[in-house]
């Protein structure tokens, strides 16, 4: 995606994977002349913090990293997951003309760092009311103290099918594809699902909702939709928004 952007704009930049078990071993990678940037992934979306210079707004309350930007010599750490999140909610929004945002209650499946990102998201959008579920109710709690004040009311719910009678409009799964149980209750009202995980194309819970006949957002999308942020907030350029997707889904679309 990022090459494909880079050949597009006629940048002499390369995009490279480097996997490492810790941020540790990143150092010399950062330190380089030649390092303008990059994308981070789990597990290092928080252990980066203490090796970047600053960080945006968005990534200090989010307490997460998905994007490091060079700025004057210095690193920058940013967060583009939500607005990912933000980007394909809206386009869902108005596509399947669901509730408008602030008159709804939203459900976040998850409370890892990408459900903090989702939580942010869903305050950009405004939505008032929002829900936590967690198989670790302990991990939820503190994930709801820490972001209780962006909302109306945030609160932990033991399960799905709890969480049905609340009636939630926009539901967030932020967790590994897995053998998620998801009660068809959960989709009484229409609405939009969307899951950050890409793999398979179909989880669990796209597929409940899409026999419910709601709207639903795969996570290659919203992939798609934070890289045309990072490749922006790296080369201070619009986007080759269209070069980007079709590399993606080329690859995601043989693949799956």
């Known amino acids: 995606m990022h090459n494909a952007a880079f050949a597009s704009l006629g940048l002499p930049h390369t995009y490279e994977l480097k996997e490492t078990a ?3 071993e990143l150092l ?3 330190a380089h002349a030649s390092f303008g940037g990059a994308s981070v992934t789990i597990p290092h979306k928080q252990t980066i913090i203490p ?5 945006s707004p968005a990534a200090q309350r989010i307490g997460a990293v998905n994007t490091v930007i ?3 010599g210095q690193l920058y750490g940013d967060n583009t997951d939500y607005l ?3 980007g394909c909610l809206q386009q869902a929004q108005l596509s399947a003309h669901t509730p408008a945002f602030t008159e709804s209650v939203a459900l976040v499946i998850g409370a890892g760092g990408t459900a903090r990102a989702a939580l942010f998201a869903l305050h950009t959008l405004r939505v008032p009311h929002v829900l936590i579920y967690n198989r670790t109710q302990e991990r939820a709690q503190t994930l709801c103290d820490e972001f209780s004040s962006l909302f ?3 609160s932990v719910t033991d399960s799905l099918d709890a969480a049905s009678s609340k009636q939630p409009t926009y539901i967030v799964g932020t967790i590994p594809a897995s053998d998620l149980c998801v009660p068809d209750s959960l989709f009484n009202v229409r609405g939009v699902a969307l899951d950050m995980a890409y793999k398979p194309k179909w989880t669990p819970l796209l597929e409940s909702a899409s026999r419910r006949s709601w709207h639903t957002v ?3 999308s919203v992939l798609i939709e934070q890289g045309i942020h990072q490749m922006e907030k790296w080369t201070r350029a619009v986007a080759p928004a269209r070069a980007m997707g079709d590399a993606v889904l080329a690859k995601y679309n043989s693949e799956f």
Do not use: C, E, N, Q
């Not at 090796?51 to 960080?55: I, K, S, Y």
């Open 28 to 30: 010399p990678v950062l």
């Open 70 to 72: 060079v700025r004057d």
């Open 218 to 220: 795969h996570g290659v």
């Open 152 to 154: 109306s009311t945030l």
């Open 84 to 86: 990912g999140i933000v």
């Open 22 to 24: 810790t941020v540790d």
């Open 51 to 55: 090796l970047l210079d600053t960080l």
